[in-house]
């Protein structure tokens, strides 16, 4: 993936590997499989049978992209138990992995420092990594699976490079962001740095010309960026969809199509729901649907 930064940073950029690759949607989950908890439950029974049309300026919601409390630990693992899952090699799904995981220090303006912990499901990386970060769980597992299929069909290297983070598009992968958690870690601690720093990155609400694919001579158009969240995906996925990949999403390819955010629509939208969906329709407090990335600061008790 190509990402354009107006000042150098000692960060290894993300990567969006799904390019002219198909869509890895995987078995389309029951309106009833949903997470419990759910408060989008009827925009979830629409998705199980429709989709709304993709809109290239507004593909999620704030609220839906920051909101970390969206799933619980317990209900990430009964989602990826839910998944039909088969394994390209002897790796687990990804409901049965483990691992150890590091300390790992805050990062100020992004994540909050996150303790050690041995032997931990995947499950609860996600959602700890997801609180830390302030990003949704919802977000991560979308990501996981529109990278590396790693819901349905996991595989050793797919463990490797969960996320895509520092594969780029001309390159190839940093091994030092290799691992499971750090791939984790790295693509939410990325997404906070876009929404610290928009101003640093090469996507931003508002008016946005935005390729269809790496090869410039594939074209471009206008795109008007609504929010934050839609300006994060394009900066670690830079492409949207031409019209013949609108026309076909299951395939097949042109020379020209690029399914990266086309398929982070697409999942979300079959196994959350309206992904530009947000829980307090009306008049509401900004922070409380995440505008900008940022939810309420806590209540500070009175004094005595």
Not at 113 to 126: F, V, W
Not at 248 to 265: D, E, M, T
């Amino acid at each position: 993936m190509q990402l354009v930064r107006r000042r150098l940073v000692a960060v290894v950029l993300a990567a969006a590997a799904t390019l002219t690759v198909l869509p890895a949607l995987g078995a389309a989950p029951a309106a009833d499989a949903a997470p419990a908890g759910r408060t989008d439950t009827q925009s979830a029974a629409r998705a199980a049978t429709t989709s709304p049309a993709f809109d290239p300026g507004d593909i999620i919601s704030d609220d839906s992209f920051y909101n970390p409390y969206a799933m619980t630990a317990s209900q990430v693992q009964r989602f990826l138990a839910q998944r039909d899952c088969t394994p390209k090699d002897s790796s687990p799904c990804l409901k049965d992995f483990r691992m150890d995981v590091p300390r790992t220090p805050a990062s100020p303006e992004r994540c909050a420092g996150i303790p050690a912990s041995r032997n931990e499901r995947a499950s609860s990386i996600i959602v700890r990594v997801a609180q830390a970060c302030t990003i949704s769980p919802r977000v991560l597992l979308v990501l996981l699976q529109k990278e590396q299929s790693l819901l349905t069909t996991p595989s050793s290297g797919g463990y490797q490079k969960a996320t895509g983070y520092a594969c780029p598009d001309t390159a190839g992968c940093d091994t030092r962001y290799f691992g499971f958690f750090n791939q984790v870690y790295r693509a939410a601690w990325q997404f906070r740095e876009y929404t610290a720093h928009p101003g640093d990155w090469r996507y931003r609400i508002g008016e946005n010309d935005i390729q269809y694919h790496p090869d410039t001579t594939c074209g471009s158009s206008r795109v008007e960026i609504v929010n934050q969240a839609t300006a994060n995906l394009y900066n670690y996925t830079p492409y949207q969809p031409d019209k013949q990949t609108l026309a076909h999403p299951a395939g097949p390819a042109g020379a020209c199509s690029a399914y990266g955010n086309l398929n982070f629509s697409r999942l979300y939208d079959r196994w959350f729901g309206d992904a530009r969906a947000v829980r307090y329709p009306g008049f509401q407090l900004p922070c409380l649907i995440y505008t900008g990335g940022y939810g309420c600061a806590p209540i500070r008790p009175l004094d005595d």
